[in-house]
């Protein structure tokens, strides 16, 4: 993890994971916390919006991390997991699938269920990366299973996330 300030990048390369020490909670203006990385051991990290509610859990289960962010809604909607291999997915705010991505391939999805993008082992993505606002404060890119970030901007404090199957040979 490097720490510059108000923005920090945690990465979930399979088992591999960059974490190394205990860090004081992040906290807003405010002084509520808005990161907390529990450590030794890697488990993961924690993340919280203003109100309190939880915004990403980012934790180690078995031999990677698995990431989910969730709605700033009393009823705390995933709106994005993923596993260390790049499967998962991303939903609008209502829960209806957004991007999928499986080892098989996946799809990127419009509001209205028009599949814009589709992808296969056999016909890769191609071109840009699907880049989107998941909310006003979670931004997502998407290039393949194995180059993905999630970005948490809450009060003029970030956290970058990539996600994903470790590059091939690392």
């Not at 909670?25 to 488990?43: A, E, H, T, W």
Request: include cysteine; hydrophobic fraction near 30%; proline fraction near 6%.
């Amino acid at each position: 993890v490097t720490d510059d300030g108000p923005s920090q990048r945690v990465h979930a390369r399979g088992a591999v994971a960059v974490m190394t020490e205990l860090k004081e909670p992040r906290l807003y203006p405010g002084g509520s916390q808005f990161f907390v990385k529990y450590q030794p051991g890697g488990n993961g990290s924690f993340a919280w919006y203003p109100s309190g509610r939880m915004a990403c859990a980012y934790e180690r289960m078995g031999g990677g991390f698995y990431c989910f962010f969730y709605a700033d809604n009393h009823a705390g909607t995933t709106l994005c997991a993923f596993d260390p291999q790049g499967s998962g997915y991303v939903a609008f705010e209502d829960g209806r699938p957004r991007l999928t991505s499986r080892r098989e391939g996946g799809t990127y999805t419009a509001r209205d269920g028009t599949i814009e993008r589709l992808w296969t082992t056999a016909k890769p993505l191609k071109g840009a990366a699907i880049s989107f606002d998941v909310t006003n404060n979670i931004t997502f890119s998407f290039k393949s299973r194995r180059e993905m970030t999630v970005k948490l901007s809450c009060q003029g404090l970030t956290e970058e996330y990539v996600l994903g199957e470790p590059p091939l040979g690392s």
